[in-house]
Each structure stands twice: as structure tokens, then as C-alpha cells.
């Protein structure tokens, strides 16, 4: 089956410091998504990737996808406390077995000190 | 908001009981998810229904089961509750069309605890 690995675990920064997270698949993903979920709330979508090499900016934060499709980073630049949360991606499989099943990593917790 | 909604917010049941949890999803989308996010961990899926059939499933038992209404709403039923069914279990909608990873937006979640 899929396997999919987030790394760190945690990270704590100082307020402007940066963040970065890395998911990586054991398979070649048709698409991957990233969530944030805040203390006490729900995932919220934050972008989709579908093609290889891929990068999309929202302000702050920067995602890729990798050239074989099999991992992705986000990173936030001068991190805010209004950051804090976890980050989780979402990747889905090309695999016919996999491609209706929707998994998700085990998530980045990202603490923000002022 | 996302105009997902599920109830009830908050579950107490003791093993063995069966339990049924429900979701209204965002209005215009026609496919449901489920997930089970343990404290600490990431959602895990359990199934999807698109357009009231089930539409993939993860690795959960048979005692797992749901149902999607022709008005796209959606029921989770567990049965034969164990301690370890004691979670968040959150409900997401989408527009996709079956076998594609639409954007999700999720419920604020049940929060089940089994004693």
C-alpha cells in the first residue's frame, strides 16, 4: 500500500524564522494536497499540486512538487504566530487500488514563539 | 465556515454500543468523506460516498458502514464500540466527480469518546 512519511514531527521557531515541511511517498502520486488544522479545529485546504516540478506561492508560503512526483515540500518564510498549527499533506496515488483512497500524512505541528 | 456541518459535536458511549453520526455537506456537492484523526495524529480515511454510493474504503472493519442520502447528507454508523474507536471523527465534501481528488472542506468533526 501507500506510504507516506511527513517530516519533522514538530517544529518550534521564533516569530520571522522560516518552516519548511516535506512529505514523501513511497509511489509516484497523481496529485498531492496540503491542509493546515489549527489547535481545536478543522483541516483547512490550503493548494493542490498535479504537475511534476511543480511550485505555487500564496504569499507566505511557497509549495513544490517534485519532479518524479513523489514528495513535496511547504515552506513559510518569516513565520507568524498566526502560522501556528499543523500542516498536513494529502496525497493521492496513481494506483487504481490507491486512487479512490485519500490519505493523509501524519502532519507537521508547527509552534510560533513571539 | 464551509458550510459543512455534523452532529453531534461532542459523544460519550460505552463499549460494545453502536453509534451514528451525521453530516451535511457543502450545498452543490454530491461526494462525502470520513476520517478518523486519533489526538496527535492525521486524519485517517475511512470512506467515500459519491452520489450515494461507496466510492472507496480504507483499512477499517466491517463494524465501519455509512450511507449517503439522495440530498448528498451522509451517516457514519460504527457498531460494537471498542476504547479505541475514542476520536474525531471529521466528514468532508467535494464536487469530484468519482476517482478524483477534489478540494475538501471539512465538518468541525464529532468528537467520540468510548469508555
Known amino acids: 500500500g501507500q506510504q507516506v512519511m511527513q517530516i519533522p514531527q514538530y517544529q518550534h521557531v521564533q516569530e520571522g524564522e522560516d518552516f519548511t515541511t516535506y512529505c514523501n511517498s513511497s509511489?509516484?502520486?497523481?496529485?498531492i494536497q496540503w491542509y493546515k488544522q489549527r489547535p481545536g479545529g478543522h483541516p483547512v485546504f490550503l493548494i493542490q499540486?498535479?504537475?511534476?516540478?511543480e511550485v505555487k506561492k500564496q504569499k507566505r508560503l511557497t509549495f513544490q512538487f517534485g519532479e518524479a512526483k513523489k514528495n513535496s515540500s511547504l515552506h513559510i518564510t518569516a513565520t507568524q504566530t498566526t502560522d501556528v498549527g499543523t500542516y498536513f499533506c494529502?496525497?493521492?496515488?496513481?494506483?487504481?487500488?490507491?486512487?479512490?483512497?485519500?490519505?493523509f500524512g501524519s502532519g507537521t505541528k508547527l509552534n510560533v514563539k513571539p | 465556515e464551509t458550510g459543512v456541518t455534523q452532529s453531534p459535536t461532542h459523544l460519550i458511549k460505552t463499549r460494545g454500543q453502536q453509534v451514528t453520526l451525521r453530516c451535511s455537506s457543502q450545498?452543490?456537492?454530491?461526494?462525502v468523506s470520513w476520517y478518523q484523526q486519533a489526538l496527535g495524529q492525521g486524519p485517517q480515511f475511512i470512506f467515500q460516498?459519491?452520489?450515494?454510493?461507496?466510492?472507496g474504503r480504507g483499512n477499517f472493519p466491517p463494524r465501519f458502514s455509512g450511507l449517503q442520502f439522495p440530498n448528498y447528507s451522509s451517516e457514519l454508523n460504527v457498531n460494537a464500540l471498542e476504547l479505541d474507536d475514542s476520536a474525531l471523527y471529521l466528514c468532508?465534501?467535494?464536487?469530484?466527480?468519482?476517482?478524483?481528488?477534489?478540494?475538501?472542506?471539512f465538518g468541525p468533526g464529532t468528537r467520540l469518546l468510548v469508555l
Open positions: 460516498y459519491y452520489r450515494e454510493e461507496e466510492n
Open positions: 494529502a496525497p493521492q496515488g496513481c494506483q487504481i487500488v490507491n486512487f479512490n483512497k485519500f490519505y
Open positions: 509511489t509516484t502520486l497523481s496529485n
Open positions: 499540486l498535479v504537475k511534476s516540478g
Open positions: 450545498s452543490g456537492h454530491n461526494t
Open positions: 468532508a465534501s467535494s464536487t469530484g466527480a468519482s476517482g478524483t481528488q477534489e478540494t475538501q472542506y
